[in-house]
Nanobody, 123 residues
Framework: QVQLIESGGGSVQAGGSLSLSCAAS????????MGWFRQAPGKEREFVAT????????NYADSVKGRFTISRDNARNTVYLAMNSPKPEDTAVYYC????????????????WGQGTQVTVSS
């Protein structure tokens, strides 16, 4: 069982920067693939980024590639999402998620979810 708690959301101007954190419970954090997803009002939850347990492999949605960076610190049981040059269309509730096994962008394959943190990007 893994409990995930996101933090770091808030309001930011377009072109600025914001960093999200997700703290995980448990002693086997490094065995979990971690992902970030987001959900805008009236839209389905969508994939943002994923990182392997070792932190050596990552994948990104095309919409955030080159602007967002996912990373993790297994000693601190924490995964991060650095958002650089955010756009108004990045406004959403951001969720972190965990799964055992290979990286994937399919939200249905993630077993554990945080409660979400709101990110609002103003123009």
């Amino acid at each position: 069982q893994v409990q995930l708690i996101e933090s770091g959301g808030g309001s930011v101007q377009a072109g600025g920067s914001l960093s999200l954190s997700c703290a995980a419970s448990g002693r086997t954090f490094s065995t979990y693939t971690m992902g970030w997803f987001r959900q805008a009002p009236g839209k389905e939850r969508e994939f943002v980024a994923t990182i392997s347990g070792s932190g050596l492999s990552t994948n990104y949605a095309d919409s955030v590639k080159g602007r967002f960076t996912i990373s993790r610190d297994n000693a601190r049981n924490t995964v991060y999402l650095a958002m650089n040059s955010p756009k108004p269309e990045d406004t959403a509730v951001y969720y972190c998620a965990a799964k055992i096994g290979a990286r994937t962008n399919k939200r249905g394959e993630y077993n554990y979810w945080g409660q979400g943190t709101q990110v609002t990007v103003s123009s």
